[in-house]
């Protein structure tokens, strides 16, 4: 265990945290109440994006975060640069000496359907320690939730078969934030990332062949060193691929009607080194210059002099026009041009296409007859225009064994105390019906018994009968110590695509869809009326 | 200048790239073009935010990772993985050995005002390694340089007075998206952060008093091991700040005609506990209860008792309710209070307030006869929903001393082919008029000559006669080695605002701002139009 969380990234540094956890520190510290019991949960208010529903994740983060959370000589070093001079140095000592050995976790697994005010994460452990971890934590589970449920969206539009492709490092904030996105678009649901990071350092399937500053970059008067290929049964002689497409280029013009002289010799040299060093692997970028004119007949020049020697290329791409109406008429040039030189795989090849897609016109590539087979998607999944942060909270729900509630003006804002446990109601089907936080005290619901619950915002309780019973929240940190496993990046991505499976179409709706329920029991219920009545903490 | 750049962070790592660099890469090898020498240019198409300006950051970030950039074994087997399995050993051999030392930058300088089109980077080197550079630089600039704009526009709302404190580290991409938040909203305007890390290793102004669990953590039970507090002067004897408290309560509530019951205590607790650690700078957060008959009460009775030691409280914040009318009401209760108990200095204590304060609140907020003074942006200012990402491009301007140029058919993702030079043109006050692109062959523009340009967009010619001509683009590394130390966050910060001090107010409105002229020379104009026609590349 100790091994699969070491050395993924050294980014969360204790000092990664607000300032005010520090100062709080000190006041804990000094009013004596560094090491009360307390306890915090992390969850969200409201689904991101108007939807429905979230995807939890970040929780394999946040474990290597905690078990290597120790705060260095130059750290406390800081904060003694920024606290009051006459801080008592055993408050100092006190920081050196702390780690998560005290520290208990239970957690929404990754990848688990998580709803507004049921816990991601509940923190217990001393006070001042628990406080301090607020927000890395914050950090490290808001943004890949978020990121999580936005893949989510864009694969439940995109249908199961198309081929979502994550490429937005670029366009992300930083390099963290790159990397987080392509390892939990991969979590939410899509198939690969262009993140080589993400591959190597935690597998998620990579993807990648050209860019136009590739095509643009040669000028046709190129001679690669080496022009030959062998077929690739390794049986026959080698030909000169150049030579070769230069005869299928005059049979392709002709037939497309075009001038030998209109595609573009310096894309054409692109594309044969491209297929020189990817023989099984040949893509094209078609829109450097003119997609009709030169890209198209480029790569047909190409594909069809690969094809002579038993190489089928893999596909072409597109970044910028009309990306579904080209997909038609490439797919459809496909068609005719196979047919005519007698290559059936041709009008198979796939249609990769990227340039801005957002959650609208992904909507248009996924129509019915689309032709569209892979299709790559950097900022709008990077950075979540609709909702461009969670909004997830962590607040203090008890110290010393006492519930713990803030009451504040704003309803929105109270948050609801005690220690708690959650449950999700399932009908016979299997399908998910119903939340239910309750108190930690109280015994778990049974499968098959009616129970009287307070769904929130609701004004009078109601009564369900679960068919099933799960219990939400697992332990995974004792006393500092994992006590199972994480699963794999692979296995939190099926859990994800199970649970969303099992949740009713019409929570899964994009737009406006209808809220899934979660309940408080009634002891739960009663403790907030008490202490919004002002009863005693 | 080697020390000042190590040890910052360890992110960015030369696989933290697109799979596509690593693939071209290799059909750059095969094809012979590995070391042919190449120029890059990284620059944006449009200003972020519907604005006509941005300032360029990221650049210290940039040559942090060029100075370090070299593949490890274990990245090049990655590579070897998921490239074809019978590629030439000699390709990672060839990567092995990479470095920057053949790679030569020039810049726009940290903090400087960018516009469409102008290169905030100029890279050039061997083909294959800027080709390998381009995410990592885009994803080092692109997010720095958008949120530097940001918090620039937010200071101009807020104007030269509010202070600004920028709080979003849980709302950022994760761990790295929130420590260049924090970098680079400093750099553009605002006064600190909440982010330790960014105090720690960048030197940022760091802030933070208490939240909401620092309160509710109190139920006014508890005990304080040591509640005696010497006065400021350390002259005359410690007093019981509990038992002082208590006494100002029944003054205070007597005063603002409430029951000294209504107070929360363990509101009161924490404000006591935390004025016993900060008593230099007592700071209540007033809303965890009620504002009005809690928070507000409880603070002034610890800010008198603290008075009385000769301490004064440096601060009130609210989280939640209309920001605006609450600081106003507060701020005449202070006077009152002040004039009541002849405690004069607190009608001027600081009103800090925070929750969600976008660009329209903001304006609120720095009004007119605002009684806020502290500003606590988070979401707003790190996640730029405006526009979550800067749309930053890096693209190929010539190969071999040839000039490259994208053509497409979409005129907008065009480039501007060619090794450029670049120019500010400047009034006879100083204040910037125009940028000049032209080639890097071309004599440098003279002040006081009257030149014939083309402004992007435009379909005439004009003519203009500059009283000043800067060069915009600095020398920053050559043949791999930094050419002089970079400027200090600071010095990039104030450089950004004297830079915006000299933009005309026209382009500096934040909606429908006159748009900031950058032209072409005649040759370069001349160059663009021969290639577009197809001339020879």
Redesign the interface.
């Known amino acids: 265990i100790a091994m699969e969380l070491d050395g993924e990234?050294?980014?969360?540094?204790p000092?990664?945290?607000?300032?005010?956890?520090?100062?709080?520190a000190?006041?804990?510290?000094?009013?004596?109440?560094a090491c009360?019991a307390?306890e915090?949960e992390l969850f969200f208010r409201q689904c991101p994006f108007g939807g429905s529903f979230a995807l939890a994740a970040g929780l394999r983060d946040c474990m290597c975060f905690l078990r290597s959370f120790r705060l260095q000589d130059?750290?406390v070093q800081?904060?003694a640069s920024?606290l009051?001079p006459d801080?008592d140095p055993g408050f100092f000592e006190h920081l050196r000496a702390l780690d998560c050995s005290g520290v208990t976790v239970r957690a929404l697994p990754e990848g688990s359907l998580a709803f507004p005010g049921v816990p991601l994460l509940q923190v217990s452990g001393p006070?001042l320690l628990v406080?301090l971890l607020?927000?890395?934590l914050?950090?490290?589970v808001?943004?890949?939730s978020l990121?999580a449920t936005n893949a989510a969206r864009l694969r439940l539009i995109a249908g199961p078969d198309k081929r979502l492709l994550e490429?937005g490092?670029?366009?992300?904030?930083?390099?963290?934030?790159?990397?987080?996105?392509s390892v939990y678009s991969y979590l939410g649901g899509f198939n690969s990332s262009?993140?080589?990071?993400a591959?190597?350092l935690r597998g998620v399937p990579?993807?990648?062949?050209?860019?136009?500053?590739?095509v643009?970059?040669?000028?046709?008067s190129?001679?690669?060193?080496?022009p030959m290929l062998a077929p690739a049964s390794s049986e026959g002689p080698a030909v000169d691929l150049t030579a070769s497409v230069n005869l299928w280029l005059k049979r392709v013009c002709s037939y497309l009607g075009l001038e030998v002289q209109e595609p573009h010799p310096?894309e054409r040299?692109?594309f044969?080194?491209?297929a020189?060093?990817?023989p099984?692997?040949f893509q094209g970028l078609l829109?450097?210059?003119?997609?009709r004119r030169s890209g198209l007949p480029n790569f047909l020049s190409v594909a069809l002099a690969l094809g002579e020697l038993g190489y089928r290329a893999v596909g072409v791409r597109l970044d910028?026009?009309d990306l579904l109406q080209q997909a038609q008429e490439i797919r459809g040039i496909f068609r005719a041009v196979g047919a005519q030189f007698q290559v059936p795989w041709l009008e198979s090849v796939p249609i990769a296409v990227s340039n801005n897609i957002d959650e609208k016109e992904l909507t248009r590539l996924s129509q019915k007859g689309s032709e569209v087979n892979v299709i790559g998607i950097g900022?709008s999944v990077?950075?979540?225009?609709k909702q461009?942060?969670?909004?997830?909270v962590?607040?203090?729900v008890s110290?010393g064994g006492?519930p713990?509630?803030?009451?504040?003006?704003?309803p929105e804002?109270q948050t609801l105390p005690g220690s708690k446990a959650a449950f999700r109601f399932l009908g016979s089907d299997g399908s998910f019906l119903l939340d239910l936080l309750q108190l930690a005290e109280e015994p778990p619901p049974k499968a098959g018994q009616e129970l009287r619950v307070w769904p929130r915002g609701a004004r009078e309780p109601c009564t369900v009968k679960p068919a099933q019973v799960e219990p939400l929240l697992r332990l995974c940190l004792q006393q500092g110590q994992l006590c199972e496993p994480l699963p794999t990046l692979d296995e939190s991505r099926t859990f994800a695509q199970q649970s969303l499976s099992r949740l009713n179409p019409a929570h899964k709706q994009l737009q406006n869809p209808t809220v899934y329920p979660v309940a408080l029991s009634e002891k739960l219920r009663a403790l907030v009326d008490s202490l919004s009545a002002g009863g005693p903490?």
């Open positions: 990234r050294a980014v969360v540094r000092l990664l945290t607000d300032l005010y956890q520090a100062t709080m000190l006041g804990y510290w000094r009013a004596g109440q009360e307390a915090f130059a750290d800081f904060l920024v009051p801080t006070l406080q607020e927000t890395p914050l950090c490290l808001s943004y890949a990121v490429m490092l670029r366009r992300a904030q930083g390099p963290d934030g790159g990397f987080t996105a262009s993140n080589t990071l591959g190597q990579v993807a990648g062949t050209l860019a136009h500053s590739f643009t970059s040669f000028s046709g190129e001679v690669p060193p080496d310096g040299a692109a044969v080194a491209y020189l060093a990817f099984r692997a829109d450097s210059y003119s997609v910028s026009g900022t990077v950075t979540c225009p461009p942060s969670m909004g997830c962590y607040k203090l110290v006492r713990r509630m803030k009451l504040t003006e704003d804002k903490l």
